[in-house]
Nanobody
Framework: QLVESGGDSVEAGGSLKLSCSSS????????MGWFRQAPGKEREGVAT????????YYGDSVKGRFTISQDYVKKTVYLQMNSLKPEDTAMYYC??????????????????????WGQGTQVTVS
């Protein structure tokens, strides 16, 4: 239902754009987000967007460098990642939810708020 693409290996300072396409069901979600998990670390909220009004939320570690956006017609959410750092290396997952993600930035960036997940796409920064 959620399919990520765009992961790659890049040098520090470079850019990547991730895409997450959704099925008809998940396209009715109120929130879609990007999360990442590096080896040995907990999953971290990177950026999320309210699909209704395109309100974005960003994790502190990526604010100012990453931009989340959506194409409602294509049912696709994007994550533009600029000024990449080695510490951005992780598996990036797309997620969607209808209700639990609403109400606060904390809820929007909390992976426990999301009930639908993609398989992930690897980003490696060296």
């Amino acid at each position: 239902q959620l399919v990520e693409s765009g992961g790659d290996s890049v040098e520090a300072g470079g850019s990547l754009k991730l895409s997450c396409s959704s099925s008809e069901y998940t396209s009715r979600s109120n929130c879609m987000g990007w999360f990442r998990q590096a080896p040995g670390k907990e999953r971290e909220g990177v950026a999320t967007i309210y699909t209704g009004d395109s309100t974005p939320y960003y994790g502190d570690s990526v604010k100012g460098r990453f931009t989340i956006s959506q194409d409602y017609v294509k049912k696709t959410v994007y994550l533009q990642m600029n000024s990449l750092k080695p510490e951005d290396t992780a598996m990036y997952y797309c997620a969607a939810d209808r209700l639990r993600c609403l109400g606060s930035k904390q809820k929007a960036l909390d992976d426990s708020s999301y009930n639908c997940w993609g398989q992930g796409t690897q980003v490696t920064v060296s």
